[in-house]
């Protein structure tokens, strides 16, 4: 396959379109690591959604609200995933001694099966993936994703939502 140059215009090079065309891209790939999820996941029985709480799970029993926090997803959703969970044997809800109406969620012990297989397919697919990719290479652009985190998190949207009301 023969590849032709493409001369970039001045625009395409300014630090906010190529900021731009990154966010897209982060976009496209959270899609199709979801569609990863899902083609692996189903092999075990788990969509990419539920394959994503058993993970979070995997590490600590957790009430449903800090799951969600820990993905960025709404509660309800999560919720909604962890029911499911729970009615596939996956998943358990405990007392929570921190707090008497928000149980714990804790893998049982065919969850923890699930999850298991998950974490070694996944191990081999981010092996695969970061492949001829140095670790320096990864930790920088690690940092730079964090950096760019952090300023979206501070970013003042007060202005933005006032543009979006009618006067």
Same mark, same amino acid.
């Given at each position: 396959?023969?590849?032709?140059?493409?001369?970039?215009?001045?625009?395409?090079?300014?630090? =906010?379109?190529?900021?731009?065309?990154?966010?897209?891209?982060?976009?496209?790939?959270?899609?199709?690591?979801?569609?990863?999820?899902? =083609?692996?996941?189903?092999?075990?029985?788990?969509?990419?959604?539920?394959?994503q709480v058993l993970a979070v799970l995997a590490r600590a029993p957790l009430p449903v609200a800090a799951i969600a926090r820990r993905l960025g997803l709404k509660r309800q959703?999560?919720?909604?995933?962890?029911?499911? +969970?729970?009615?596939?044997?996956?998943?358990?809800?405990?007392?929570?001694?921190?707090?008497?109406?928000?149980?714990?969620?804790? +893998?049982?012990? =065919?969850?923890?099966?699930?999850?298991?297989?998950?974490?070694?397919?996944?191990?081999?697919?981010?092996?695969?993936?970061?492949?001829?990719?140095?670790?320096?290479?990864?930790?920088?652009?690690? =940092?730079?994703?964090?950096? +760019?985190?952090?300023?979206?998190?501070?970013?003042?949207?007060?202005?933005?939502?006032?543009?979006?009301?009618?006067?």
């Amino acid at each position: 396959m023969v590849r032709m140059a493409v001369r970039a215009d001045a625009a395409s090079r300014h630090p =906010a379109d190529i900021f731009q065309r990154i966010v897209n891209e982060v976009f496209q790939l959270q899609a199709a690591i979801l569609r990863y999820g899902d =083609a692996v996941g189903t092999k075990h029985g788990v969509s990419a959604s539920r394959w994503q709480v058993l993970a979070v799970l995997a590490r600590a029993p957790l009430p449903v609200a800090a799951i969600a926090r820990r993905l960025g997803l709404k509660r309800q959703s999560v919720q909604r995933t962890t029911d499911l +969970l729970v009615g596939e044997g996956l998943v358990e809800m405990r007392t929570n001694p921190d707090h008497s109406r928000a149980m714990l969620g804790q +893998l049982t012990p =065919a969850g923890t099966r699930v999850q298991a297989a998950l974490a070694e397919r996944q191990r081999e697919f981010c092996a695969g993936c970061t492949h001829g990719i140095s670790a320096a290479d990864l930790r920088e652009f690690e =940092a730079m994703l964090e950096r +760019l985190r952090g300023r979206i998190d501070q970013a003042d949207t007060a202005p933005i939502a006032k543009r979006g009301k009618r006067q």
